[in-house]
């Protein structure tokens, strides 16, 4: 306690302000991490990694919260209206950006009552198809699905998810036309396409491996900007359309209005555990690279994300609810 009221003292002989004295002391209590998606999935995955690590490196805890429901709204709502003092964070996913374009309502302002603190994770998706489907390139299946509209079916976890935007971007940047078959989840959907049911897919990396380590399937490319270490001899969409990109992030956010010093501090040791070797080893064995920003950056990745979504659901009339 002495320590705590030399240092604040100290700061406040020098001018600095309230927020700047709490930021050289935080965190200064136990830290709620709330997750807003149930145990288990690459949200829990990764928000536990990290606040393992935050805690070993403050010497304080970061205690997981899994506030899981209607697609992250429920945790995230929460975390809206905690105080805006570092000691409540939310870790959610891409689906974080799209909610409030496929439901109705929410109950808070997506880009205006938070504030990104950085990713913790990115999740690249592959294009896959069956093998009864002759196309091996990007361009071959391009070609056939603007030669031949609507003769293409593809799956997907539902209506709104990554999965299914990812390809609605495809069709939209390159004016093709397939049939979307949405699917009550990602194991539902990567049954379909083995089976033949389907023709292609853009699903998430870790989930098509088996699939395509044995053949069911084959990969044509990924939805990254560049070939990832995985997979090198397997291109970007990228490297045919230009511009293209799609992929999903896990990420720690704040409330809004939580003070910069301590979103600032909260980066730094993000960052500090995100260069720890056994961090990244155990994000990539759940398929998720290790994905860093400052908080500037995540925010503008934040906006644009928000943008990408908000035009995708408009042209594919998705919708949660």
Do not use: C
């Amino acid at each position: 306690m002495h320590k705590l009221t030399s240092t604040a003292f100290a700061a406040l002989a020098l001018g600095l302000p309230a927020f700047a004295v709490q930021a050289q002391n935080y965190p200064a209590k136990p830290v709620r991490v709330i997750i807003a998606w149930p145990p288990g999935g690459a949200n829990d995955i990764a928000g536990r990694i990290v606040a393992q690590k935050l805690t070993e490196n403050t010497g304080q805890q970061f205690i997981i919260d899994n506030r899981g429901g209607a697609s992250g709204i429920v945790g995230s709502d929460v975390v809206a209206k905690s105080p805006a003092d570092g000691y409540t964070l939310l870790v959610h996913s891409t689906t974080h950006v799209s909610n409030p374009h496929l439901y109705s309502k929410v109950p808070y302002d997506t880009m205006k009552d938070f504030t990104g603190v950085s990713p913790l994770g990115r999740q690249v998706g592959m294009l896959v198809v069956h093998p009864s489907l002759p196309a091996k390139t990007v361009k071959e299946f391009i070609d056939i699905g603007r030669k031949q509209p609507n003769a293409i079916t593809y799956a997907s976890s539902g209506s709104g998810s990554f999965v299914h935007l990812a390809m609605a971007q495809l069709n939209s940047m390159t004016n093709t036309k397939m049939v979307h078959v949405p699917y009550k989840g990602g194991g539902p959907a990567a049954v379909a396409i083995s089976s033949g049911e389907v023709q292609a897919m853009t699903a998430t990396v870790g989930s098509v491996i088996p699939h395509v380590s044995s053949k069911r399937l084959r990969p044509v490319a990924v939805t990254s900007e560049d070939r990832i270490p995985q997979f090198k001899d397997v291109p970007a969409i990228a490297e045919t359309v230009k511009g293209y990109e799609f992929t999903a992030w896990v990420g720690m956010l704040a409330p809004a209005n939580t003070p910069k010093a301590i979103v600032d501090r909260l980066n730094a040791e993000v960052q500090k555990a995100m260069k720890d070797k056994g961090v990244a080893e155990k994000l990539g064995g759940q398929t998720l690279d290790p994905m860093f920003m400052t908080p500037e950056q995540f925010n503008a990745r934040l906006k644009s994300d928000f943008d990408k979504y908000a035009k995708l659901v408009k042209e594919t009339g998705a919708r949660a609810d």
